[in-house]
């Protein structure tokens, strides 16, 4: 019996190391994918080079990223009115479009043969925000070692990050659905609108189920009402 | 026992409430909202502040003894004591004579002797130059008049013989100015080409400062393309707006307010409802604040009693400070060279320190008379302490007198913790004091990144020359440590392949 627990302790701890290893390896994988765009996606996915967890570690870090972004970069680059912020609505502004952006492409590339999974979307979304986070995050710690007038430096650093992000995003589409650039392209315009499409279902959806729960209210008051 | 002596507290409470109301209701009941004087910070946001001026009287008709009262006044001028006021309605103007705190009405001015016809008819506007000539802008006799300081009819500057001007309109001067060597500025109603200028000799020499003609690509896009000859001929073109009014500073710069815009263009300082026109008609107003100098930044929507701010008129004081009053809210807001608003006051109403017609502004020293058309009434307003510490704050910091000036700001942040210029000019003057933290500190305050940014290059060249040491420690750890690690390294590496091998590699 206490062998048993022992051995089963042992293969369960050996368990957690190795999980412990591969989500390290697949954090480190993302150097491979944000220098090496076209090989890196193909594999993270293909391959299974990269892990969910990985992907929900940037994805958290980005939310991170931005709000500290908001709040601690100086204020010779950043004039945020900090009195009005709320950061959890300012992370969920970004995190609701991301999966919203997530889930309509997956919906639309489903239907056009594309390879990808929503797990494969997601995942390949995620390890493109890598350069916004490796950037934003010391960027914020330069901004307090700069002054004003080498802002250039700072606006330079700042538009790389998001232009590198979004080269990653497009490139990761590409490979993950395995599609050739000009079919992306389309379909990178197809997401927007089909984001659009689902916003408007999704407030159809709650107006109409305010106005149904309203109902119910309504009834039942009035049946107290008859009653006593 | 302890509850009685809890009745007995809350009564001694309620009694000490009931005293101490009609202190707190009388700081109130001067007159003065706490509202009614404000300031916008960084944000956008109106801060309440002290007042910067109070009513120190008004003049109505009945105080200043006249038998027809006035009736739809429409200009003030002021030249030295005297204060000129065009009373439209009764085709007269009207001479007041200040002494001391006290007016009196001099004379009354309802004809040039010589003139033909020498009377007027419905006048809009005055001006007196240095000589004391009085030049009256005489709308409905389509002439601008000319006359000595004893009435003596000089000269009519008449509609322009140009081609330039349409002749077939007639010709409404509404505004005038006189500079300082006798040139003659007219704003006339129904010219859209800028300002008429005449010579001192009353030779009409063109026009100057007219508005650009604004459009936006789409306007022109749906006009070339998409509308036939006869809806384009029905649709009004692109013409430039006329100026609302006029003000010569000592300069010789003519200051200009313009009510016509869209709000959308007012935000992104297309529309520049305040304009310093240089000697060929170009706008050189100095605009270094986040908001440019708009009046109110933000109003409920565009109708009758709200919208944006608009401008009737705009009087220069003698420091360069520039103050503009908003018919729509009945306010006057007061910017300084910078164009950084100091102050704004005002409201509608019909009590003191409110208007109802809000429709020329004047000043004498730093009093201001502000006319409303409605009320017929002049109100004189005198700076309070606060406003006073302003002027002295920017006045000596123009006459170079930086560190005296940081003193005045001092003074004046303990009547309002929220007057950025305070914060900036301290910290200018800290700045030169060699005290950087400090003034990083005030530039932070309001949000001054220009001037923060240069304390912060001294602050960190001082920090870094201080700490010469460590930086270069670090800088040296930082290479040396990677480099000895790799060292170690390759040379484990090699005693390993030795013991394996017996070779050295």
């Known amino acids: 019996m206490s062998v048993l627990g022992f051995s089963a302790e042992r293969a369960s701890s050996d368990g957690r190391r190795a999980w412990w290893k591969h989500y390290g390896e697949t954090l480190r994988y993302a150097t491979h994918v944000i220098f090496r765009p076209f090989d890196g996606f193909w594999d993270l996915v293909h391959e299974k080079r990269g892990s969910l967890a990985a992907a929900h570690t940037f994805l958290f870090l980005f939310l991170l990223t931005y709000v500290l972004r908001l709040m601690c970069t100086n204020f010779q680059f950043i004039s945020a009115p900090i009195q009005y912020i709320n950061i959890y609505e300012r992370a969920a502004s970004l995190l609701l479009p991301f999966l919203v952006l997530c889930l309509a492409n997956w919906a639309l590339s489903t239907l056009f043969d594309g390879k990808g999974r929503f797990q494969d979307i997601y995942m390949a979304m995620c390890y493109a925000l890598v350069p916004y986070i490796l950037i934003q995050l010391p960027l914020i710690l330069l901004s307090h070692v700069i002054s004003y007038d080498e802002a250039s430096y700072y606006q330079v650093l700042q538009s790389v990050s998001i232009v590198w992000s979004l080269f990653l995003a497009f490139v990761g589409l590409m490979q993950v659905h395995d599609y050739t650039p000009g079919k992306t392209i389309i379909f990178v315009f197809a997401t927007v609108f089909g984001a659009l499409v689902i916003l408007f279902l999704v407030l159809v959806f709650f107006s109409l189920l305010s106005d149904a729960f309203g109902f119910f209210v309504s009834l039942y008051r009035e049946i107290v009402f008859r009653l006593y | ?505």
């Open chain 2, 1 to 505: 026992m302890t509850v009685k002596r809890l009745s007995l507290w809350l009564a001694f409470c309620l009694a000490a409430a009931l005293a101490l109301q009609p202190l707190a209701a009388m700081a109130i009941e001067d007159g003065y909202s706490s509202t009614y004087t404000y300031n916008y910070d960084y944000w956008g946001d109106v801060r309440e502040s002290p007042d910067a001026y109070r009513v120190d009287q008004v003049l109505y008709s009945q105080t200043l003894g006249l038998e027809t009262p006035m009736r739809s006044p429409q200009s003030l001028f002021a030249q030295g004591n005297d204060l000129y006021v065009v009373d439209s309605g009764n085709n007269r103007i009207l001479e007041i004579h200040r002494e001391g705190n006290d007016y009196s009405l001099t004379r009354i001015i309802d004809h040039a002797d010589g003139a033909e016809p020498a009377t007027f008819n419905t006048p809009r506007d005055v001006a007196v130059d240095e000589e004391g000539n009085i030049y009256v802008a005489d709308l409905n006799n389509h002439r601008v008049l000319m006359m000595d300081k004893d009435l003596q009819f000089i000269r009519s500057y008449e509609k322009p013989n140009d081609s330039t001007f349409d002749q077939a309109l007639n010709f409404l001067p509404n505004k005038i100015n006189v500079d300082s060597s006798g040139r003659v500025f007219v704003l006339a109603t129904n010219v859209n080409k800028g300002l008429i200028k005449y010579e001192a000799d009353g030779t009409f020499t063109g026009y100057i400062g007219a508005n650009k003609v604004t459009y936006d690509l789409w306007d022109y896009i749906w006009k070339s393309f998409f509308t036939t000859k006869e809806q384009r001929a029905q649709q009004e073109s692109f013409v430039p707006t006329e100026y609302e009014n006029i003000y010569i500073d000592e300069g010789g710069f003519i200051y200009a307010t313009n009510t016509v815009f869209s709000e959308y263009d007012l935000l992104y300082d297309v529309a520049k409802p305040i304009r310093r026109l240089n000697s060929i008609g170009n706008d050189i107003l100095i605009k270094n604040d986040r908001y440019p100098p708009i009046g109110d930044l933000e109003w409920v929507e565009q109708s009758q009693n709200d919208g944006p701010s608009k401008f009737k008129d705009i009087t220069v004081l003698d420091n360069d400070i520039y103050v503009a009053f908003d018919r729509t809210r009945g306010r006057v807001f007061g910017y300084d060279p910078q164009g950084i608003m100091l102050w704004a006051f005002g409201t509608k109403g019909n009590y003191e320190g409110a208007f109802q017609g809000a429709i020329s502004i004047e000043h004498m020293g730093h009093d201001l008379y502000c006319l409303d058309e409605n009320e017929c009434s002049i109100t004189v307003f005198t700076p309070t302490e606060y406003g006073n510490l302003i002027y002295q704050a920017n006045d000596e910091y123009l006459k170079g007198d930086y560190d005296k000036s940081a003193d005045t700001w001092r003074e004046l942040l303990t009547m309002n913790a929220n007057y950025n210029l305070a914060f900036i000019g301290i910290g200018r003057s800290l700045v030169r004091q060699e005290h950087y933290e400090e003034a990083m500190h005030y530039f932070e305050m309001a949000h001054d990144r220009e001037n923060y940014g240069r304390a912060y290059r001294y602050y960190r060249k001082i920090a870094i020359e201080r700490n010469i040491g460590w930086v270069v420690a670090v800088i040296v750890l930082l290479l040396a440590v990677p480099f000895a690690i790799g060292r170690a390294r390759k040379m484990k590496e090699e005693v390993k392949h030795y013991e394996r091998t017996g070779l050295l590699s």
